[in-house]
T-cell receptor
Framework: EADIYQTPRYLVIGTGKKITLECSQT?????MYWYQQDPGMELHLIHY???????EKGDLSSESTVSRIRTEHFPLTLESARPSHTSQYLC??????????????FGNGTRLTVT | KNQVEQSPQSLIILEGKNCTLQ??????????LRWYKQDTGRGPVSLTI?????NTKSNGRYTATLDADTKQSSLHITASQLSDSASYIC?????????????FGRGTQLTVWP
């Protein structure tokens, strides 16, 4: 099963709060990704990292930030949560770049609700 | 515009029956096509990855086909089980640069009834 872990699984918070979604993997993968998924919709890439101290914004405009200080850890932070941030957030990792047929390994996600 | 379209949006079948899910894409240049299974409340799990030169790939009762000429793929599930109830997502990777990107379909929601 999954060697990539996300916490918390569920989070309900009020508007304006700062939150950090945790993601850790034990596979030693250099490539890590954050996706946002709404019901019935496709996954959208919001951040990615190709290694320690490397982070880039994805396709979907996001007010979140990420850091990659250790290979195994890729947390996502929202400085001031808003109701529009309500969504499922999925973390993933891969051994090689996806163009090399390297599978993505996903965590089980964090379901965020901002009231 | 690079897109991945899946059909049907949802499907209900009886346990033991076979079914086929469809995926059409316009992604170019093409690198590989993936099928993922996503159970409710879980992250997607990889079923198959196919490159341009592969027509068929199997993973147990799951068989994926790829026609790179028509840009179509299908996922065939044989002898369905209740545990096959999930969303099946088609994902296509391009190779427009040294760093590939993924294009996701919206998934087909499969429900298997006893």
């Amino acid at each position: 099963e999954a060697d990539i872990y996300q916490t918390p699984r569920y989070l309900v918070i009020g508007t304006g709060k700062k939150i950090t979604l945790e993601c850790s993997q034990t596979m030693g993968h250099d490539k890590m990704y954050w996706y946002q998924q709404d019901p019935g919709m496709e996954l959208h890439l919001i951040h990615y990292s190709y290694g320690v101290n490397s982070t880039e914004k994805g396709d979907l405009s996001s007010e979140s930030t990420v850091s990659r200080i250790r290979t195994e850890h890729f947390p996502l932070t929202l400085e001031s949560a808003r109701p529009s941030h309500t969504s499922q957030y999925l973390c993933a990792s891969s051994k090689r770049d996806i163009s090399y047929n390297s599978p993505l390994h996903f965590g089980n996600g964090t379901r965020l609700t901002v009231t | 515009k690079n897109q991945v379209e899946q059909s049907p949006q949802s499907l209900i079948i009886l346990e033991g029956k076979n079914c086929t899910l469809q995926c059409n894409y316009t992604v170019s240049p093409f690198s590989n096509l993936r099928w993922y299974k996503q159970d409710t409340g879980r992250g997607p799990v990889s079923l198959t990855i196919m490159t341009f030169s592969e027509n068929t790939k199997s993973n147990g009762r799951y068989t994926a086909t790829l026609d790179a000429d028509t840009k179509q793929s299908s996922l065939h599930i044989t002898a369905s089980q209740l545990s096959d109830s999930a969303s099946y997502i088609c994902v296509v990777s391009d190779r427009g640069s040294t760093l590939g990107r993924l294009y996701f379909g919206r998934g087909t929601q499969l429900t298997v009834w006893p």
